[in-house]
């Protein structure tokens, strides 16, 4: 039988579509959430899809259809949206030589309110404006990426108003206007439940890397994750990232479990509102400034401090640091193991003996402790799962 060279190509297409096929059937969330999420199951068993496009992407991400978004290559949202030239501003802090600071987008009036400090000036900005708002995720989705290949470049996520069992696994979001304050956050989350992030990376951002915002985020677990620091445009003007982690929900209960945060000078986590923090062996490393931030209640077990200059800031809330072993046993009662101690090395101290607000941790469901490791530079990130 003799074939047409058209035929033989279709032929070959469709064997390679059933390859691409074939692994996309069997592609699914890897583990389960610890922590405060456990039970989050994100898309469930809906069939695993790869979106075409960026349009695409955006919109199986907002609609109400429980989905499994699978992210095989870089959806890169630059110029997608236009660019915007306006009157910024330079603030105070920017004392960088060169170009090494942030300027700063008018956002919120930020620069017009006295936020951006005394001295600062008003200035020309222009940026991306995919940056500066993130894409809506709706209720029950996962979205997940194909080894390192999951990068979304230029714009963020927003889930908000009510949207719930969410996971978010093995994705890099990154180059939202890192130049310039409010140029973008990675990740906001502002009103929510059952919120697991896992196994992504942050990178060169304008703004936060993660958000939970003032209104009620309720059950979320950050684990594994890579939280970048290293950039060019530094509020610190130290090629080190300020703006980190900013986690001040009204009714919050957030695992910050096993991550790797570094070359950061601040807010590394900012804890305010009514949040429970349980921040549970992660990697603090190169911090210029200082890890936390508190202003709510926290317990900071079995990490490792590395090079951080201030690992706890200030704290005007409810702050347990895990101080030793005798005195970590109060964590039976109410986490269901005794805390672990963390660890220092060319850092500050950390403090922190409050233990009235354990009780809130009762009943909830707790990850589990392991001693301070390093090795968590290794494990944290896209590709590692």
């Known amino acids: 039988m003799k074939f047409t060279a058209a035929a033989i190509a279709l032929a070959g297409a469709l064997t390679v579509d059933a390859a691409v096929l074939g692994e996309r059937a069997t592609y699914a969330v890897k583990g389960k959430p610890e922590g ?16 075409s496009s960026t349009s695409q992407l955006k919109s199986w991400l907002a609609d109400s259809t429980a989905r499994c978004i699978v992210l095989d290559k870089e959806f890169n949202f630059k110029g997608t949206e236009g660019v915007a030239t306006e009157t910024g501003c330079r603030p105070a802090s920017n004392k960088c030589p060169g170009n090494g600071g942030q300027d700063a987008i008018n956002h919120a009036s930020w620069c017009t309110n006295g936020n951006a400090g ?3 000036k008003n200035i020309q ?50 180059e939202l206007n890192p130049q310039y304050i409010w140029g973008g956050d990675a990740i906001a989350v502002d009103g929510s439940d059952l919120v697991w992030i896992d196994h992504n ?24 994750n890579d939280f970048d620091g290293n950039t060019n445009w530094s509020a610190t003007c130290d090629n080190h ?63 490792v401090f590395q090079n951080v200059n201030t690992p706890l800031l200030g704290n005007s809330g409810q702050f347990f640091g ?15 193991h005794v805390c672990q101690v963390n ?12 233990t009235a607000f354990l009780s809130n941790f009762k009943g909830k469901s707790v990850a589990s402790a392991g001693a301070a490791s390093a090795n968590v530079a290794n494990t944290a990130g896209v590709g590692k799962i």
């Open 343 to 354: 660890t220092f090395g060319s850092s500050g101290t950390l403090g922190g003996t409050n």
């Open 201 to 224: 990376k942050f990178s060169l951002v304008g703004r936060q890397m993660l958000v939970l915002g003032n209104n009620a985020s309720n059950r979320v677990t950050i684990s594994n």
């Open 36 to 51: 405060f999420a456990t039970g989050t199951t994100g898309g469930g068993s809906a069939a695993c899809v790869v979106p």
């Open 118 to 120: 005394a001295g600062s």
């Open 125 to 174: 900005v222009t940026y991306d404006k995919a940056g500066v708002s993130g894409m809506t995720v709706g209720s029950n989705k996962s979205i997940i990426g194909v080894g390192n290949k999951g990068v979304i470049r230029g714009k963020g996520l927003r889930i908000a108003n009510g949207a719930k069992n969410i996971i978010i696994q093995n994705i890099h979001i990154t």
């Open 322 to 336: 895990s101080p030793s072993t005798g005195a970590n046993a109060v964590c039976s009662a109410t986490l269901g």
């Open 241 to 303: 990232h300020y703006w980190t982690l900013y986690l001040t929900g009204s009714n919050d209960l957030v695992t910050l479990k096993g991550n790797y945060i570094h070359h950061t000078s601040g807010r590394s986590p900012k804890v305010g509102g009514n949040t429970l923090l349980h921040a549970v062996n992660n990697y603090f490393y190169a911090n210029t400034g200082h890890a936390f931030d508190n202003g709510a209640n926290v317990v900071a077990e079995g990490n």
